[in-house]
């Protein structure tokens, strides 16, 4: 005689949803205990304050507050840097502090444009012959807005006649390329930063903000 339950003939009966890559909760929202902020795959969101990482990548509130994201530069074995997205969970008021006290991208670029004529006052008598494309660059874009670009590859696009975020949008992938080559930085890769730079000129720095959360250091 059989001691052994037979086993149900059933498969298959799970109807639950799949757990959807990508923003749980967005930057401003307010997240309880235990929520999802963030599921990944890899680590392109990092863990900051109030947050944890479990086993599958995911970022969980660990307390009750607002999701407050930052950039942060990492450096690899090799020395290079990139940048990755830092969620963290601020008190309600020290969110309100931390958004009072970042300065608007409008308001940073004015006060780049009112302390370039004075570093351009002093520079200009003594290095105006010996180096011209530095004194053009002086009251130019900040090109290093554009992620995967740097000081060292602003300064080469800035002698190379790209000084603006006009200027790059107005370039061609191939040409930006040729300039990199030209000055053995042929392993970065502007594919994005005419798209960056059109935003950045149009002065829609919050699209700009969504498209670089979305790339991987200007990929």
Do not use: C
């Not at 997205?85 to 940073?108: C, N, R």
Request: charged share 30%; aromatic share 6%; net charge positive.
């Amino acid at each position: 005689m059989a001691h052994k339950k037979a086993a149900g003939s059933a498969k298959n009966l799970s109807d639950s949803n799949p757990n959807y890559h990508w923003l749980k909760l967005n930057g401003g929202q307010f997240a309880r205990s235990w929520n999802i902020i963030v599921r990944q795959q890899g680590q392109k969101y990092r863990a900051g304050n109030g947050t944890y990482l479990s086993k599958d990548f995911t970022i969980h509130a660990d307390t009750d507050g607002i999701v407050h994201f930052t950039k942060k530069a990492f450096m690899r074995f090799d020395g290079r840097k990139y940048t990755r997205t830092v969620v963290h969970i601020l008190p309600e008021g020290m969110a309100a502090e931390a958004k009072a006290d970042t300065p608007a991208p409008k308001a940073k670029k004015a006060a780049a444009k009112k302390t370039a004529p004075k570093a351009e006052a002093k520079k200009a008598e003594p290095k105006a012959d010996k180096k011209p494309a530095k004194a053009e660059a002086t009251g130019a874009d900040d090109l290093t807005k554009i992620e995967g670009i740097g000081p060292k590859i602003a300064e080469v696009m800035a002698a190379n006649g790209v000084a603006s975020f006009e200027d790059l949008s107005a370039s061609k992938v191939g040409d930006l390329r040729k300039i990199l080559e030209d000055n053995k930085l042929s392993q970065h890769d502007p594919k994005t930063w005419k798209k960056q730079a059109t935003l950045a000129k149009n002065g829609k720095w919050d699209e700009l903000k969504t498209l670089q959360d979305e790339l991987d250091w200007g990929k």
